[in-house]
């Protein structure tokens, strides 16, 4: 408390102090009024089996979640995380996977092939509620894949191509992302072009969610591309470039690329192809490409 004294003393000062004084006396009032929070942690999703579909290897790059409590977005996160709120008691939680399209930090969306994770939870003020988040494919959702686990790969070189993608398991060149092989393409300075598109093609619906999913681990850039037939004749698109990685910081990554615009692009009635290809980087005299898990994906 302050005391008389002191009052007085403020009353003689000029009229903006008593405006500070009335400021920081509300404020430490109301600061009192402030429950503390609760506290939700989300541990990053995992991928479960859906016996419904096929989908070769379980990977996946969930880093973000969007947060509902009651039907209301609480904001996106990456993944782990722990999240402040200001409530308690009894809740109903649902967390929807996110993937950063095209691989684009900013460009965070909800994944549209899995379910999302939905639990009632029970919060207590200083408490933390811990959640283990777990999805699967939704059984409508489609899927190809190349997982270079079959005897025969469903991709062909095109008459430009200077080498085929061949399938590895040599531990001397990387441990495969998931499964017992990848593809593997070695560029040098004699060969200094892979151009594949898949043997199958698609006739997938325009208005429909569609991704091309790839896991990748290279010091080559690699240009992904989807080739249509249809009404408006042959048309190729080139859209993400799957940039290289350095020799010393390569690692095993995946990426999500939305192929749907290009859909639209190419018309009703129209079958697509996906297409891989990579150039020899200039400033370097060998590079490679390492692929696993490649994926069409959609409902």
Not at 159 to 176: C, E, F, R, Y
Request: net charge negative; hydrophobic share 40%.
């Amino acid at each position: 408390m302050f005391s008389v004294s002191f009052l007085i003393t403020l009353a003689h000062k000029p009229m903006r102090i008593l405006y500070l004084f009335a400021i920081l006396l509300t404020l430490s009032r109301c600061g009192k009024d402030i429950p503390p929070p609760s506290y939700l942690h989300i541990s990053e999703f995992t991928l479960e089996n859906n016996t419904n579909i096929v989908y070769g290897q379980l990977t996946h790059a969930f880093l973000d979640v969007y947060v509902y409590i009651d039907g209301q977005i609480y904001g996106v996160f990456p993944l782990p995380c722990t999240i402040p709120l200001n409530i308690d008691g009894a809740h109903n939680l649902q967390l929807i996977p996110a993937v950063r399209k095209n691989g684009q930090s900013g460009a965070k969306t909800r994944y549209p092939f899995v379910e999302h994770h939905i639990e009632a939870i029970n919060l207590t003020r200083l408490d933390t509620v811990h959640i283990a988040p777990k999805t699967k494919y939704y059984n409508t959702t489609q899927v190809w894949y190349e997982d270079f686990e079959d005897a025969s790969l469903q991709m062909e070189s095109s008459a430009l191509s200077q080498v085929d993608i061949i399938k590895s398991n040599n531990p001397n060149i990387l441990t495969p992302r998931n499964g017992n092989f990848f593809g593997y393409v070695a560029l040098n300075s004699e060969i200094n072009l892979w151009d594949a598109t898949t043997t199958p093609d698609w006739a997938l619906n325009p208005n429909n969610e569609a991704y091309l999913e790839i896991d990748f681990y290279n010091t080559n850039s690699i240009q992904t591309g989807i080739r249509s037939v249809g009404p408006l004749g042959i048309n190729t698109f080139q859209h993400v470039l799957i940039v290289a990685q350095k020799s010393n910081e390569v690692v095993w990554k995946k990426m999500y690329i939305e192929l749907k615009p290009f859909l639209a692009a190419s018309g009703w009635g129209s079958t697509y192809k996906l297409m891989l290809s990579a150039i020899r980087e200039s400033d370097l005299s060998e590079s490679f490409v390492a692929i696993d898990n490649i994926k069409l994906v959609y409902r």
